[in-house]
């Protein structure tokens, strides 16, 4: 009983630890997109978006925001900024030293996202990115359903060679045969177009080998049935085996659609033309040109994954169980 205890309890601790290992930088991103950007120069790294406000209060009892540009000892150099914190007022203003009150507290900077959106067209890599992702989700769907059909269902002279052939290929990386591609895709005019980002990418061996495992599962004595009532092996795929893997297939369709919104690589080096760009290629814009942006790139990256997040929540269900249908559970 007590190594039972011991065991759930070591089990639940390392999960713990993981989920808070993976979580954490999703928390940074989105807590340091909402900070100021002169706060995170100053070396703020933290999780809560505190900002370090400094006044000068008068006789009168009245407050006058300052940013001290130069401490001096007793006098310090400041600018002064109106009660709004936004515009100067008077610059490089000497006051005494022991005048100056400094206070941590509470700020977030919401317009951010609206500044990051407006920094490049994130309006039309959104469109770029959707109609993207989805013409990779229904191509993926359709070669991977036949594919993985043949796989799993047909018998073929080297059937077993070519489908470890195409599993090897998943250990090939990306930057392996980015320059070949981007040779081939110039010699047929398709770099900078649509056909480049899409027609490369319809098909996936990740794919086929998750809904091969699936089709294997489905019991011969079904495709004997089917095969004695004349349907045809198309037939078979079309009405007997794809509806009754409409799990996977959502799971499929849902990794599809992840990995071509994430791609970042190839969009970058197949297009050159904003009219056509892509979400993540957009988000190297504050790495590249405005690198000391870390709060507008963080507003930017937060936006951008948006839509995958929201996803997953409605999907999470199909996801798991289809994970536990296709046999990939550990």
């Known amino acids: 009983m007590f190594k ?32 100021s950007q002169s706060e995170i120069n100053k070396g703020s790294s933290g999780f809560i978006p505190l900002e370090t406000v400094s006044y000068v209060e008068r006789e009168n009892g009245d407050k006058e925001y300052i940013e001290i540009i130069v401490d001096e000892g007793e006098l310090s150099v400041v600018n002064i900024y109106d009660k709004t914190r936004k515009n100067f007022r008077e610059s490089f203003v000497k006051v005494p030293t022991a005048k100056i009150h400094t206070k941590r507290q509470l700020k977030f900077h919401f317009n951010n996202f609206a500044q990051a959106f407006n920094k490049v067209p994130f309006g ?21 359903s ?16 070519i489908f470890y ?15 070949p591609s981007y040779y081939l895709l110039t010699k047929i005019g398709w770099v900078n177009t649509y056909w480049a980002l899409i027609i490369p990418w319809v098909t996936n061996i990740f794919s086929i080998f998750l ?3 699936q089709f294997k599962t489905v019991p011969q004595d079904l495709f004997d049935a089917a095969t004695i009532d004349g349907c045809s092996r198309f037939g078979i795929l079309w009405r007997i085996i794809l509806p009754i893997s409409k799990p996977i297939l959502a799971t499929t369709a849902i990794f ?16 050159s033309s904003d009219k056509i760009r892509v ?10 040109e405005s690198s000391s942006s870390t709060a507008l790139l963080m507003s930017a990256s937060a936006f951008s994954i948006a839509p995958l997040l929201i996803l997953f929540l409605f999907a999470q269900k199909q996801i798991i169980s289809s994970f536990v249908s296709s046999g990939l559970k550990g």
């Open 256 to 271: 599809a659609f992840i990995g071509s919104w994430n791609s970042f690589m190839w969009p970058l080096v197949m297009t």
């Open 211 to 213: 809904l091969r495992q």
């Open 146 to 161: 036949l594919a993985a059909y043949a796989f799993a269902r047909m018998r073929f002279k080297g059937r077993d060679f």
């Open 165 to 179: 052939l195409f599993i090897s290929m998943m250990m090939v990386p990306q930057p392996i045969y980015l320059i």
């Open 124 to 144: 039309r890599y959104f469109l770029n990115t959707i109609f993207v992702s989805f013409c990779v989700v229904l191509g993926v769907l359709l070669t991977s």
């Open 4 to 35: 039972k205890i011991l065991g759930k309890s070591f089990s639940y601790s390392m999960l713990i630890v993981c989920g808070l290992v993976m979580v954490t930088p999703f928390l940074w991103m989105v807590t340091t997109s909402v900070k």
């Open 279 to 288: 979400l993540q290629v957009g988000l190297s814009y504050f790495a590249q």
